[in-house]
């Protein structure tokens, strides 16, 4: 039996027709919401990226201020930056796109941002909030994982979770999204001994490693749901961590690269901003 294709485009677009609805009575009330996206160097995956945000900026008509800085900027320049985008009332979310170049502390640049503004999640005020289990800004991501499993119906509590990859962007606070829906949730690495005995007793299995096809069909269990998070490009497109055609035989829902978790990414990033804006329209804005 093949699995159900978890459609991230479709349940995108319903998401974006959502917050295009709420910038509407935002704007309404003079607010526009407006996410700043800066780029450092010249990546080309990252500029298609950012590209994808400040187009999904305008379908849903926020604002959006890119700033693209050459990769020899130094950190105190892009922490300037931040500086100025943290104190501009026209912008209610800021994003940095990673990877930044090596001279650059990642972390720094997080902690730079205001908690407020952090439609990453990346702020580890944030970060701490998600793991004590207090309302904060998500990262995108794991939020868009969780919205399209519970978008399908799949119950979350009880389940067995696996995650391999434990990253800060996708691995860790995905299992931390699922442990807080009372999902029984392993992490796995590249450490783990004998991953293909774990992934086998997923109920549900995220594969967040960047390394293309690596779960075979002999490692997910009959009946499993499948998210795949990985995106790697290559010269025939692009191709997800799951060898996406031998495990759609054996599971029961699977998302599909591309069209699967990519787009509820963005999508997520809107709704971060929004609420953001949200926030900062009603005058409830943390300190
Ligand atoms: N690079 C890859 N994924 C992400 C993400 O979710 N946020 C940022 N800022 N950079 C990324």
């Known amino acids: 039996m093949s699995a159900i294709i978890m459609d991230g485009k479709a349940v ?5 027709e959502e917050v295009k609805e709420r910038a509407a009575i935002l704007a309404s009330k003079g607010v526009k919401p407006g996410l700043a996206v800066v780029l450092v160097g010249d990546d080309p995956a990252s500029q298609v990226y950012v590209r994808q945000k400040e187009k999904a900026c305008a379908s849903v008509g926020f604002a959006s201020f890119m700033r693209y800085l050459p990769a020899s900027t130094d950190e105190r320049e892009l922490l300037d930056l931040i500086d100025g985008l943290n104190s501009d009332p026209a912008v209610h979310g800021i994003l940095v796109q990673l990877p930044l170049p090596k001279h650059i502390d990642k972390d720094r640049v997080a902690e730079a941002i205001g908690p407020e503004k952090d439609v990453d999640g990346f702020h580890p005020i944030n ?4 793991t004590l289990g ?3 800004m998500e990262p995108c991501t794991p939020k868009g994982i969780v919205y399209l499993l519970e978008h399908y119906g799949i119950d979350i509590e009880g389940k067995r979770a696996v995650v391999v990859g434990r990253s800060n962007i996708v691995g860790k606070p995905v299992s931390i999204l699922l442990l807080s829906r009372n999902a029984t949730v392993t992490v796995c690495h590249s450490r783990t ?4 005995s774990v992934t086998r007793q997923a109920d ?6 960047g390394k293309p096809k690596m779960i075979t069909s002999s490692m997910v269990k009959d009946g499993a749901v499948v998210v795949d998070v990985g995106i790697t490009r290559t010269q025939s497109g692009l191709i997800g961590d799951v060898d996406f055609d031998a495990v759609k035989e054996m599971a029961s829902y699977i998302t599909p690269v591309p069209g699967g978790i990519g787009p509820m990414t963005i999508a997520m990033l809107l709704l971060n901003t929004l609420k953001a804006a949200e926030a900062c329209a009603s005058g409830s804005m943390r300190r």
């Open 12 to 16: 995108s677009a319903l998401v974006r």
């Open 127 to 130: 970060v701490g909030r998600l």
């Open 134 to 136: 207090i309302e904060t």
């Open 193 to 196: 001994k004998d991953l293909p």
């Open 204 to 209: 549900i299995l995220v594969a967040a490693t």
